[in-house]
């Protein structure tokens, strides 16, 4: 057990749909990164928030947002589904002191578009 | 264009012997490298690390190797164990600028321990 939490574990939803995935990060820890598993991308890094602010931005597509609040749990919205974005959503978390930290991460969100 | 390429989609190794996981990476500028571990349904779990001004770390059966002027690291598992099969992903992390970025990870290698 990583000490990062999500929910839901399964979502299942129609096109053209928005859906808010959560993270609750490892006690401690201030930055959340949000990560996407396709079967032909492999794991892909989508954002970074660092203690209510976005960090970093990686593969994020403008029908995603994120954001992360004070109890420095997140959020990932995405909206206007496509099929396309079913997809595994992992959710890591780390200290983030300004050097080199491992990510741990959370069990992930199994998104299924239909 | 990938910068994290784990060339073995698959391994397969006998129980007992070393099982050794290959990593090439195209990014100078990454200088911290992972390891991670992953069973089906269930979130990477790291393993080891390494920062780029080492070329070594062990943690138990866990060996990571890095080679800076090939851009390689390889992971050293010995001896293997039927738990150990998995999916292993390599990971890097560029640190210009401060802080931990969103890590970069290769498409993994499945590793199957064989009785």
């Known amino acids: 057990d990583s000490g990062v939490t999500q929910t839901p574990k399964h979502l299942i939803t129609a096109t053209g749909q928005r859906v808010t995935l959560r993270c609750s990060p490892r006690s401690g820890d201030l930055s959340v990164y949000w990560y996407q598993q396709s079967l032909d991308q492999g794991l892909q890094f989508l954002i970074q928030y660092y203690n209510g602010e976005e960090r970093a931005k990686g593969n994020i597509l403008e029908r995603f947002s994120a954001q992360q609040f004070p109890d420095l749990h997140s959020e990932l919205n995405l909206s206007s589904l496509e099929l396309g974005d079913s997809a595994l959503y992992f959710c890591a978390s780390s200290v983030d002191r300004g050097g080199l930290e491992t990510q741990y991460f959370g069990p992930g969100t199994r998104l299924l578009v239909l | ?115």
């Open chain 2, 1 to 115: 264009d990938q910068q994290v390429k784990q060339n073995s989609p698959s391994l397969s190794v006998q129980e007992g012997r070393i099982s050794i996981l290959n990593c090439d990476y195209t990014n100078s500028m990454f200088d911290y490298f992972l390891w991670y571990k992953k069973y089906p349904a269930e979130g990477p779990t790291f393993l080891i690390s390494i920062s780029s001004i080492k070329d070594k770390n062990e943690d138990g059966r866990f060996t990571v190797f890095l080679n800076k002027s090939a851009k390689h690291l390889s992971l050293h598992i010995v001896p293997s164990q039927p738990g150990d099969s998995a999916v292993y992903f390599c990971a890097a992390s560029g640190t210009l600028g401060g802080g931990a970025d969103g890590l970069t990870f290769g498409k993994g290698t499945h590793l199957i321990i064989q009785p």
